[in-house]
């Protein structure tokens, strides 16, 4: 009697062993956090509607597209402290991400040479360098093949511009957010063939607490644009941006329905203190 009970307490234990090990635990996803739970890199929501991938980091808050091998976007926030320059580009491939679904340096070997683009920040160095974690910046997660006119024309006069509202003395903040746009044929790097580069950029602002209480502007600018081009003459509305989106995207996800209707369909007037007529 005695060692039936013994056997059936080990034969019961064994059971549930084999039953623990043979559960697979559920397969962890990214999601993003809000700011009582992270960095206030959205303030009105992070977009929704891309990938599962989501990094949330200090510098910057990332959705990257395991397809493309580019982020869909990268939200940012721009203080009068989180501002450094001069600092390296040292690029490296991410950490966090699996390396089948990001790129190595190598990637962009003879890229300039052959197509003229440059490693292109999304979430800017010059912004944001004086962050914690800032080398996360030139993690190429964050960086895309940008027509070398593009990235030290238009769209680098557009991040001076960032940086010139967030060091004004009536501006906390300035809430950023950014991706690349593609055609479904396009030009592919050198030593990657299979990874396309995009065919435009997009770039979504505002300061002040929410875009209908303070100011926004919107801007999409495609990769032949004049390296003498003015940023201002390629504001749209941010409707415009969701609309060519792949995966559709939708900005500032938090804000309601009634009042994400009214300002998206129109151009917001931030511009207009960016230097634009």
């Given amino acids: 009697m005695h060692f039936t009970y013994r056997f059936k307490r080990s034969y019961l234990a064994l059971v549930f062993f084999l039953f623990a090990c043979s559960v697979t635990p559920p397969t962890q996803k990214n999601h993003v956090l809000t700011s009582a739970h992270g960095p206030d890199n959205c303030a009105v929501g992070c977009p929704t509607g891309g990938g599962t991938q989501t990094l949330i980091r200090e510098v910057y808050t990332l959705n990257n597209n395991s397809s493309t091998k580019f982020a869909n976007w990268v939200a940012y926030k721009i203080t009068k402290t989180s501002q450094a320059s001069n600092r390296t580009r040292n ?3 991410d950490p966090d991400l699996p390396a089948s679904d990001t790129l190595a340096p190598a ?11 440059d490693r292109g920040h999304q979430a800017p160095l010059a912004s944001l360098g004086g962050t914690a974690g800032w080398q996360a910046l030139n993690y190429l997660s964050n960086i895309t093949p940008q027509k070398a006119a593009l990235n030290q024309g238009a769209w680098s006069r557009l991040e001076d511009q960032e940086r ?25 790097l050198p030593a990657r063939p299979g990874v396309i580069i995009p065919e435009a950029y997009w770039k979504v602002i505002f300061i002040g ?13 495609k990769q032949s644009t004049p390296k003498n081009a003015s940023f201002c003459d390629y504001q749209v509305t941010v409707n415009t941006i969701e609309q060519q989106t792949d995966p559709k995207l939708t900005l500032w996800s938090a804000l309601p329905k009634n009042i994400a209707e009214m300002v998206k369909n129109h151009k917001g007037t931030l511009a207009q203190e960016m230097g634009c007529p």
């Fill in 91 to 93: 690029w490296k491939q």
């Fill in 107 to 117: 990637a962009y070997q003879n890229a300039n040479k052959v197509l003229a683009v």
């Fill in 164 to 188: 010139a509202l967030a060091n004004r003395s009536d501006v906390s903040a300035v809430y950023s957010v950014t991706g690349p746009l593609f055609e479904k044929t396009g030009v592919a």
């Fill in 209 to 221: 607490t929410s875009p209908d209480k303070g100011k926004y502007a919107a801007f999409l600018l």
